[in-house]
């Protein structure tokens, strides 16, 4: 799971700022996902995305959250007008086909979001 | 819908003991199931997956579980536990229908006493 990338590992924001993360999946992998783990609590699927296409955005929140993954360059999860409440660990993981079950996803190590 | 339930969110076995880690899901249509392990500060390690075929899974580690459709169960072992086994571990279920949306327990922690 090293091959996928994530930056920052760590990122303090105040209250009202943006948080960008970022993460490069691994070589030859073309979809991408992004979970979030709150304290004390499993992951959960926030979004689903192939190159330059958002697949399945359903537990994405409806407000301030939004994600990317651009035909060049790494996908970005952006979190605007940052609360308390998002400080959480946020992972993307990737996968070579959309197969996922069946081709394993590799996680990636994670960015941890304060709010301050 | 599909979920995943881990009971005991905190297991304390000692050196040498056997390790049980419990999980069953909940899926209409056949489920595919994972156990991955989480180290502090770390991503999720894949640890075993089932699919189709054998229902009992080996992974790495010396870990290994068996997929029960009858009681929905998916637990995981491993005959002999090590220091190094300490860390937090969630199971996860995802199907075809969902494609590669993965569900996951919430996790149970695992501490090994010397």
């Known amino acids: 799971n090293a091959g996928v990338m994530q930056n920052p590992r760590h990122l303090v924001r105040r209250r009202g700022q943006e948080a960008r993360l970022r993460c490069s999946p691994m070589k030859g992998h073309s979809h991408v996902y992004w979970y979030r783990q709150l304290p004390e609590e499993g992951l959960k699927f926030m979004v689903y995305?192939?190159?330059?296409?958002?697949?399945?955005e359903s537990g994405m929140p409806k407000e301030r959250f939004s994600a990317e993954f651009p035909k060049e360059g790494p996908s970005i999860l952006r979190i605007q007008q940052v609360v308390r409440g998002d400080s959480a660990a946020y992972f993307c993981?990737?996968?070579?086909?959309?197969?996922?079950?069946?081709?394993?996803?590799?996680f990636g190590e994670g960015s941890w979001l304060t709010v301050v | 819908a599909q979920s995943v339930t881990q009971l005991g969110s905190h297991v304390s076995v000692s050196e040498g003991a056997l390790v049980l880690l419990r999980c069953n899901y909940s899926?209409?249509?056949?489920?595919?199931l994972f156990w991955y392990v989480q180290y502090p500060n770390q991503g999720l390690q894949l640890l075993l997956k089932?699919?189709?075929?054998?229902?009992l899974v080996k992974g790495i580690n010396g870990f290994e579980a068996e997929f029960k459709k009858s009681e929905t169960s998916f637990h995981l072992t491993k005959p002999s536990a090590h220091m190094s086994d300490a860390a937090e571990y969630f199971c996860a279920v995802t199907t075809s229908n969902t494609g590669n949306q993965f569900y996951f327990g919430t996790g149970t922690s695992l501490t090994v006493i010397p």
């Open positions: 089932y699919t189709t075929g054998a229902t």
């Open positions: 995305l192939q190159k330059e296409n958002i697949i399945d």
């Open positions: 993981a990737s996968s070579r086909t959309r197969d996922g079950p069946r081709n394993t996803i590799y």
């Open positions: 899926s209409s249509v056949p489920p595919y």
